[in-house]
Nanobody, 120 residues
Framework: QVQLVESGGGSVQAGGSLKLSCGAPGYSFSNCDMGWYRQAPGKERELVSRIGMFGTTTYADSVKGRFTISRDNAKTTIYLQMNSLKSEDTAEYYC??????????????WGQGIQVTVSS
């Protein structure tokens, strides 16, 4: 079982910044998309941003221009830089990694969740 290492959440005032990270030390990325999702209380989990094997990125309309996703293949880690945070960004953030198994086949793993709270 792959244990993901997450960090970077917390509480911040509106307009502030946070950077989330999610990694799988000792493992390698496989060839599939990875990303960040979030779930606010009483709402369904939604895609925030996705990054492909070669760096192609997509963003939810609500975070375009404010959030940036990136990946470090050598560290098997993805990041989410969040700027100009708004109260509506308050949610539990989950990373989804695509890790290569022993035979090279891809496996998806979810992080346990990082709480982000933005106060106005």
């Amino acid at each position: 079982q792959v244990q993901l290492v997450e960090s970077g959440g917390g509480s911040v005032q509106a307009g502030g910044s946070l950077k989330l990270s999610c990694g799988a030390p000792g493992y390698s990325f496989s060839n599939c998309d990875m990303g960040w999702y979030r779930q606010a209380p009483g709402k369904e989990r939604e895609l925030v941003s996705r990054i492909g094997m070669f760096g192609t990125t997509t963003y939810a309309d609500s975070v375009k221009g404010r959030f940036t996703i990136s990946r470090d293949n050598a560290k098997t880690t993805i990041y989410l830089q969040m700027n100009s945070l708004k109260s509506e960004d308050t949610a539990e953030y989950y990373c989804l990694l695509c890790i290569s198994g022993r035979l090279g086949n891809p496996y998806n793993y979810w992080g346990q969740g990082i709480q982000v709270t933005v106060s106005s």
